[in-house]
């Protein structure tokens, strides 16, 4: 099977690690021989209750037994997508109530931005350097790394960036300005966090310009960070809320966030100004249900932050030089980007799931299910220990 992915399969890196799965459940993947291993990144944040959750199992088996795809997205009420977000938008702040649902991070991206630029009737969008919203061409244009996005260009016109966590930058942002578009925590940059009050002065400059707020909680949303979403926590409420990876605990998905208002101007002038066949999917809707229901009726979430704790005591080496990130979005950075690799590709062999960041080279990925035990905490991070130790024999 290897060879045929690797021939009719497209790739997107010359060497994927191109391990042969034959099933996965909590927090472990078994490749073809049954060997098992330990999951510390969760589809990259994707697998919010771990692999075939019994609850998202059902409700995707009950769905598809009733009707799958049916029609384009918006005309037909369905109860799987009508349940969920009404659910989500009970879990909001009053501004956030109408949810367009689509089928990927990336795809929302491109809605936020077109609905933040139909809304104000301006042009320019602001992102911040080191960021990663996707790599459908508007996200693209977003993306602060010049070496990623330059072979692709011409991309978006009128997109201009901004140091993250840098206060006289806010200065760019002006009444030309239609959306600012920032990661509530950046995550291919490194998992970095917002300092200094830095989310609500941009939501201050934002009010003062009337530009609009879109925050991508596409990576840290759905309890990731110990809350239902990153922002929750800064104190700040969007204009346009951006989520995805972990809504569905595996299952393609995204949607963009608005108040009711804001979300009409895609319904006119000019009518359909955002379309999507899937999105909204029954079928994906019915797993997203099922994991909100399941982090809202259960203690998940409130043991996000111990389990964070846990990580953190666990890893410590001198070969550590700090953790980024928060709850379980966890970035260790090691001395040098050689180090890292090692760590990564040695793990994996021993058992043990990690991966890379896309900026930061000598980060470790830890953004494991929520639902990880304390026991496979501790394994895992016992190995990671391990192999760091063999790198310097």
């Known amino acids: 099977m290897k060879e045929d992915f690797l021939k009719f399969q497209a790739q997107t890196s010359p060497h994927p690690l191109a391990m042969e799965v034959s099933k996965a459940k909590g927090s472990y993947i078994y490749d073809e021989k ?4 330990l999951d510390f990144v969760a589809g990259v944040s994707a697998c919010t209750l771990g692999h075939c959750h019994p609850k998202v199992v059902k409700a995707i088996q009950e769905q598809a037994e009733k009707y799958m795809h049916v029609m384009v997205y918006g005309e037909y009420a369905q109860s799987p997508a009508v349940n969920y977000t009404k659910f989500l938008a009970s879990l909001l702040p ?5 949810t367009y649902l689509v089928n990927s991070g990336t795809e929302a991206i491109e809605g936020a931005i ?4 139909r809304a104000t009737g301006r042009s320019e969008l602001i992102a911040a350097k080191n ?12 993306l602060g790394k010049e070496e990623r996005k330059g072979p692709f260009r011409p991309l978006l016109p009128d997109v201009s960036f901004i140091n993250y ?14 959306g600012v578009v920032l990661e509530t925590i950046q995550g291919g940059g490194g998992f970095i966090l917002p300092t ?9 400059r934002c009010h003062e310009t009337e530009a609009l707020l879109i925050l991508d909680e596409i990576q840290p949303g759905f309890g990731r960070t110990g809350t239902l979403f990153a922002f929750e926590q800064y104190e700040i409420v969007p204009d346009i809320l951006v989520i995805g990876k972990g809504m569905a605990s595996g299952m393609p998905v995204g949607a963009f966030v608005a108040s009711i208002e804001l979300m009409s101007h895609l319904q006119q002038g000019p009518k359909l100004g955002h379309i999507t066949t899937f999105g909204g999917n029954p079928v994906i809707a019915a797993a997203s249900l099922a994991t909100l229901r399941e982090l809202q009726e259960t203690n998940i979430m409130l043991e996000v932050s111990e389990k964070e704790q846990l990580f953190r005591e666990l890893l410590q080496h001198e070969n550590i030089l700090e953790i980024r990130g928060k709850g379980l979005m966890l970035a260790p950075i090691l001395k040098t980007a050689e180090m890292a690799n090692h760590v990564i590709l040695t793990c994996a062999k021993k058992g043990l799931i990690l991966f890379w960041l896309q900026f930061e080279p000598r980060a470790l990925r830890i953004s494991p299910p929520l639902t990880i035990s304390k026991k496979e905490i501790e394994e895992g991070c016992g ?11």
């Open 34 to 37: 049954g060997q098992p291993y």
């Open 94 to 98: 009053p501004n956030l109530q109408s």
């Open 114 to 117: 077109k609905l933040a630029r």
């Open 131 to 142: 960021a990663y919203h996707g790599n459908t061409m508007g996200s693209l244009s977003l």
């Open 165 to 178: 966590n840098d206060d006289e930058d806010l200065a760019r942002i002006t009444s030309k300005t239609a």
């Open 196 to 204: 200094a009050n830095y989310l609500k002065k941009v939501r201050e």
């Open 383 to 393: 190995m990671i220990l391990e192999v760091i130790n063999m790198y310097e024999q």
